[in-house]
């Protein structure tokens, strides 16, 4: 079983900066991808941004040139600085892991609790 711990989430001030982080535990052979989601109330949830195993990235509309997704294989971990964040910003950020589990070898597709981003004066 592979679970997925974030950090980082917070208030902030409009034009402020957070960075996220994320993690995934467990016995993993590989991992395809690691993205970041975000659900404000009362709407769906939504991708963010993405990475995958060779470093391609792809960003929502709303965030291109302000949030930069990196990763660090070492470490297995993801990272989602977010720069000059918006009011429309807030939400809940979930990280999502997809890669292969070693102990059956079965691809595995994992969620994190999330972790809640305000922006507000």
């Known amino acids: 079983q592979v679970f997925v711990v974030e950090s980082g989430g917070g208030l902030v001030q409009p034009g402020g900066s957070l960075r996220l982080s994320c993690a995934p535990s467990?016995?993993?052979?590989?991992?395809?991808?690691m993205g970041w989601y975000r659900q404000a109330p009362g709407k769906q949830r939504e991708l963010v941004a993405i990475?995958?195993?060779?470093?391609?990235?792809n960003y929502d509309d709303s965030v291109k040139g302000r949030f930069t997704i990196s990763r660090d294989n070492a470490k297995n971990t993801v990272y989602l600085q977010m720069n000059s964040l918006k009011p429309d910003d807030t939400a809940v950020y979930y990280c999502?892991?997809?890669?292969?589990?070693?102990?059956?070898?079965?691809?595995?597709?994992?969620w994190g609790q999330g972790t809640q981003v305000t922006v507000s004066s």
């Open positions: 990475i995958t195993s060779n470093s391609r990235t």
């Open positions: 999502n892991v997809k890669g292969l589990y070693s102990g059956t070898y079965a691809n595995f597709d994992s």
């Open positions: 467990g016995s993993i052979v590989t991992i395809y991808s």
